[in-house]
């Protein structure tokens, strides 16, 4: 087999799809496990403090995780429109890497939104640890970077949505 025919037959459409789900998932979701972390840490020292805190904490907590959520549902979508999970379908390179491309503004913004939500609402930690009932201006400056996360997964969905193998 000459090299050629070994990356003809590595970089096919489905191993493309296949490729462009996996970073999806896995950038999205290694931002959201990041920023989940940041949160976590700050949290801990707040709850150490003050235990009662902890729905609050738990809230501020959470929101960087929508990122790796995102990832999944594109993810998933992809896998869908390949057959994966039944009807396969036989696509072409360049329908694969239309595929690919499509997965990589939720890859990519995922992973750095991921990260800034969760250090903004590390931050908004330390401003419900400090002042009592400022937990909607601490949610409200996370859900910001939230924003970007969104559109992301709109520009990654909306290809994937109208695309016809």
Sequence with gaps: MTFTEFLTAIFTGQNLALLGAALAATFACIGSAKGVGIVGEAASGMLADDPSKFGQALLLQALPGTQGIYGL???????????????????????????????????IVGYFSGIAQGRVAAAGVGLVSRRDGQIVKAITSAALVETYAIFALLVSMLPILFFNP
């Excluded at 992809?78 to 999970?85: A, V, Y």
């Design 73 to 107: 549902v594109t993810a998933f979508l992809i896998l869908m429109k390949i057959g994966l999970f039944g009807g396969e379908v036989d696509l072409e390179f360049a329908q694969g890497m239309y595929l690919l491309a499509a997965a990589l503004p939720i890859a």
